[in-house]
């Protein structure tokens, strides 16, 4: 998609962005530190990732990207209240939900598409919340998980960001995602990086 | 009004019908996992919509325990974070051996892979035979598997890769036998425990106990319900009793914060004060 499509797309959308969640699996975290490194610390927005990793380690993932990005990042904590500025990921082994008060919570139920923590948890419980006011992008991947989350988002009016499968790492999850639904932007990896930039300095006008 | 906040009304008025009819109180639940788990039941039992679940409960019992099984979240596994047992097994243990006689809570217990768990630890350290276990759980459908004890062959290997983990001293295969529809545990790990229905929201302490394990249960509790909890752990321990959580539970932000002190951060295991 050009810049100028995804620029008319963004400035179309009817609400202010509140909250941003991303989604990632296979080749996820160089797509997260490709997207984020526009992003200026004070960013407007929390921002909500759940990337999947193999369950059985105590994940230092919030701490090496945080790092390396030099930006606010932590593992979630349950019942922890949703802050601008704050790149929050979900933890291994727990589903991670958004409450209705914009706070955390988790949940240890079966694993979605083999995965816990599973993107479309976190997505249609933001998406219950946040309405038109969130964003969600769903980024390389190699199952289906997000699909159904990137399309709840959508049917509550939010803005949706899939990255584009051609230059996606393995693009499955975002060929499922496209199959369900067609999002607001189909981009690579630089535009979304551009657009989060855009979305982020626009919200606080 | 955005149909969600009309769902979001109609779960409230199912969530109201369930306690005033059953007095099951899931009023200060964490509202996300409840709405995904009415949404999975409503597929299951054919409801078109939240509030024509809320009429058949009502006027079918059979329905509503149909419904109870999405709610309860009915999910465990033995030796779930080895480290949790490990941690019982080297720090708590020691402790409890200075006791004559011990009551252990193990509070949703779910389908009892976390009382078979314990019941194999205190066997392991010599405390099995002086103590008393009691094993409860909101959920009668649950409870009755968990009495039973059997379990499906397809879990033993990860099973027993956490039993390992957790220090174990022998093989786990030397506490189960194969029975026609999956594993059946030895019945002796069972002789001392207690199997009952008792709700953390709504009922009171039966028992003083040396050791409440509560894990991935109050992680679908709000602040209040989890202090509710609290206090009834506070209530049941003995002076200086041992409380171990789930691995995203804490007392540190309850009001009862003061009342323990930390034994094992990362394993979540306090000790009153
Ligand atoms: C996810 S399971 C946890 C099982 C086990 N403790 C573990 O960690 O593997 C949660 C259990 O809590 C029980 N539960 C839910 N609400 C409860 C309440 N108010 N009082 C007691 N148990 C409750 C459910 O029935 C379910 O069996």
Same mark, same amino acid.
């Given at each position: ?8 797309? @963004? ?8 909250? @941003? ?17 526009? @992003? ?6 929390? *921002? ?43 933890? /291994? ?10 706070? @955390? ?5 079966? /694993? ?58 393995? /693009?499955?999850? /975002? ?16 535009? *979304? ?13 | ?40 039941? !409503? ?20 329905? +509503? ?62 405390? !099995? ?55 059946? +545990? ?43 909890? +609290? %206090? !009834? ?12 959580? %789930? %691995?995203?539970?804490?007392?540190? +932000? ?20």
């Amino acid at each position: 998609m050009s810049q100028q499509a995804w620029r008319a797309a @963004l400035a179309a959308h009817p609400a202010a962005i509140e909250a @941003l969640v991303v989604g990632a699996s296979a080749g996820g975290v160089n797509a997260l530190l490709a997207i984020f490194a526009g @992003l200026q610390p004070g960013f407007g927005v929390p *921002i909500v990732v759940v990337l999947h990793l193999p369950s059985k380690h105590r994940s230092s993932l919030a701490e090496v990207l945080g790092r390396r990005l030099g930006l606010p990042a932590k593992e979630a904590d349950s019942g922890e209240q949703l802050q601008p500025g704050m790149i929050y990921f979900a933890a /291994p082994g727990y589903h991670l939900s958004v409450e209705a008060d914009r706070s @955390l919570s988790f949940s240890r139920e079966e /694993p979605v598409y083999y995965s816990r923590p599973a993107i479309d948890f976190l997505f249609e419980s933001a998406a219950d919340v946040y309405g038109p006011a969130l964003a969600g992008f769903l980024l390389t991947g190699a199952n289906q998980d997000g699909a159904a989350g990137l399309a709840a988002i959508k049917q509550q009016g939010g803005f949706t960001v899939v990255q584009d499968p051609n230059e996606a790492h393995v /693009p499955t999850m /975002p060929m499922a995602a496209l199959a369900l639904q067609q999002p607001d932007v189909i981009a690579g990896l630089v535009e *979304i990086r551009a657009l989060l930039a855009e979305l982020e300095a626009t919200r606080t006008c | 009004m955005a149909p969600e906040r009309t769902r979001d009304i109609e779960l409230r008025l199912l969530i109201e019908a369930i306690y005033l009819k059953y007095n099951y109180d899931f009023r200060d639940y964490s509202g996300a996992s409840l709405k995904r788990r009415v949404r999975h039941a !409503l597929v299951q039992l054919e409801c078109q919509s939240i509030s024509a679940l809320q009429e058949k409960i009502l006027y079918d019992a059979g329905a +509503f325990m149909q419904l109870l099984q999405y709610l309860t979240i009915p999910v465990s596994e033995m030796f779930r974070d080895p480290d949790y047992f490990l941690a019982l097994r080297q720090q708590v243990m020691p402790v409890l051996h200075t006791y004559p006689s011990l009551k252990i809570w193990i509070a949703g217990c779910s389908t009892g892979e976390e009382v078979y768990s314990m019941a194999i630890l205190l066997k392991e350290e010599g405390l !099995l035979e002086r103590s008393i276990i009691y094993a409860t759980d909101i959920n009668p459908v649950s409870l009755e598997r968990a009495e039973r004890g059997i379990f499906a062959q397809d879990n033993m290997r990860a099973y027993t890769e956490n039993y390992q983990a957790a220090g174990g001293r022998q093989a786990l295969s030397d506490y189960y036998t194969a029975a026609y529809d999956g594993v059946i +545990f030895d019945k002796s790990l069972r002789a001392n425990v207690t199997f009952a229905d008792h709700s953390l929201a709504t009922d009171t302490v039966f028992a003083e106990t040396h050791l409440v394990s509560c894990r991935n249960v109050l992680i679908y509790f709000n602040k209040p319900l989890q202090d509710r909890a +609290f %206090g !009834l752990f506070h209530e049941s321990l003995c002076h200086r009793g041992f409380l171990g959580l %789930g %691995g995203k539970e804490s007392i540190d +932000f309850s009001s009862y914060a003061r009342s323990f002190e930390t034994l094992c951060r990362p394993e979540r295991i306090f000790r009153k004060l």
